[in-house]
């Protein structure tokens, strides 16, 4: 039998408080990014519970499939999925039973029902690939620009080009410190202190190969950092009128600049985002060939089948069983 609180029944004061901190709680081990959207999935849980007179915390199953019911219609079934796993952590912290469980009633049946009547297609931006980057670097090289102009395109061509080179989320191409590069005969080893998968904190180094070529994420960041005068602090700056160059430079800034630059080579901006450099990479490996393991370790994906997603696209014409069949 159930030992849940009664959802029509007001809670102690103390639960109020731990209702109100669950979410900072539950979220203190996670990414920055992952803690932003939690945090924003249990206020709207804590919102709607409050509108309509019933305890968030702890909260029965029967008020998260009244939850999920009213929001149905308004947000999409990977949207709803999130805002469960927000509310399954920030009652795994506070001590409570998870309501959130889609194996058992009522949330099986209600859950099941929302997939097929709301599902739809998965929609993924992108891939930045390499014939792309070509591109926008023989097009952007060709122009004239003005000093301040110089310099930023300077900027951007080392972020696109190290942000592919290293399957980097846009968090992580923004968060790159000097003391974090070390330059060898081979290239640059990139020490990635904190990512979304990497919750303990421990860090990891990859390797972004010196290639020679015009793509050369190596070059692009040594000629960026000897043009700004960058010695300590971050890598990636903004570059102010005047250029005055600040420490500060926001993820959105990345994905502006991918779309920016897809537009310029004739692409349509908008299937692109700061994504596209992180998938770029990972699709141009699996057409090239890369192992999975391979990948697996540069792109540090966690999960095999988020991996194979990226990896399906890319060789979808490799031993296409239809092209034997009418072969």
């Known amino acids: 039998?159930?030992?849940?609180?009664?959802?029509?029944?007001?809670?102690p004061a103390s639960l109020v408080s731990a209702s109100n901190s669950a979410q900072e709680y539950a979220q203190a081990a996670r990414s920055k990014n992952t803690k932003r959207a939690y945090r924003a999935s249990w206020r709207d849980f804590e919102d709607w519970c409050e509108q309509v007179g019933i305890v968030a915390l702890p909260?029965?199953?029967?008020?998260?499939?009244?939850?999920?019911?009213?929001r149905a219609l308004?947000?999409?079934?990977?949207?709803?999925?999130?805002?469960?796993?927000?509310?399954?952590?920030?009652?795994?912290?506070?001590g409570y039973p998870n309501p959130t469980s889609k194996r058992e009633e009522p949330l099986a049946s209600i859950w099941a029902g929302i997939k097929r009547k709301r599902g739809q297609r998965k929609t993924q931006k992108m891939p930045l690939l390499e014939a792309h980057l070509r591109k926008i670097i023989k097009l952007k090289d060709a122009e004239t620009h003005s000093a301040i102009g110089?310099?930023?395109?300077?900027?951007?061509?080392?972020?696109?080009?190290?942000?592919?080179?290293?399957?980097?989320?846009?968090?992580?191409?923004?968060d790159i410190d000097i003391k974090d590069l070390t330059f060898d005969e081979r290239g640059l080893r990139l020490y990635?202190?904190?990512?979304?998968?990497?919750?303990?904190?421990?860090?990891?180094e990859i390797g972004i190969p010196a290639t020679g070529t015009a793509t050369?994420?190596?070059?692009?960041?040594?000629?960026?950092?000897?043009?700004?005068?960058?010695?300590?602090?971050?890598?990636?700056?903004?570059?102010?009128?005047?250029?005055?160059?600040?420490?500060?430079?926001?993820?959105?800034?990345?994905?502006?600049?991918?779309?920016?630059?897809?537009?310029?080579?004739?692409?349509?901006?908008?299937?692109?985002?700061?994504?596209?450099?992180?998938?770029?990479?990972?699709?141009?490996?699996a057409t090239n060939g890369a192992r999975e393991v391979d990948i697996m370790r540069h792109s540090r994906h966690k999960s095999v089948p988020v991996l194979r997603q990226y990896v399906r696209k890319a060789t979808v014409w490799e031993d296409n069983a239809?092209?034997?069949?009418?072969?």
């Open 59 to 70: 909260a029965t199953p029967e008020t998260v499939a009244m939850y999920l019911s009213a």
């Open 150 to 174: 110089e310099l930023r395109w300077i900027r951007d061509r080392a972020l696109l080009l190290v942000g592919f080179a290293g399957a980097l989320r846009r968090s992580e191409l923004v």
């Open 192 to 204: 990635i202190p904190r990512s979304k998968t990497d919750v303990g904190g421990e860090g990891v």
């Open 216 to 285: 050369c994420p190596v070059r692009a960041v040594k000629e960026w950092m000897e043009a700004a005068g960058l010695d300590e602090g971050k890598v990636f700056r903004a570059v102010r009128h005047g250029g005055i160059i600040t420490e500060s430079l926001s993820t959105r800034v990345v994905a502006n600049l991918v779309k920016r630059y897809a537009g310029d080579i004739g692409l349509d901006p908008g299937g692109f985002s700061g994504h596209s450099l992180r998938s770029g990479l990972i699709t141009q490996a």
């Open 74 to 94: 308004q947000l999409k079934v990977g949207t709803l999925g999130h805002r469960l796993a927000a509310i399954a952590v920030a009652h795994k912290v506070a």
């Open 1 to 11: 039998m159930s030992t849940q609180t009664d959802p029509t029944v007001r809670v």
């Open 322 to 327: 239809a092209a034997k069949a009418l072969g």
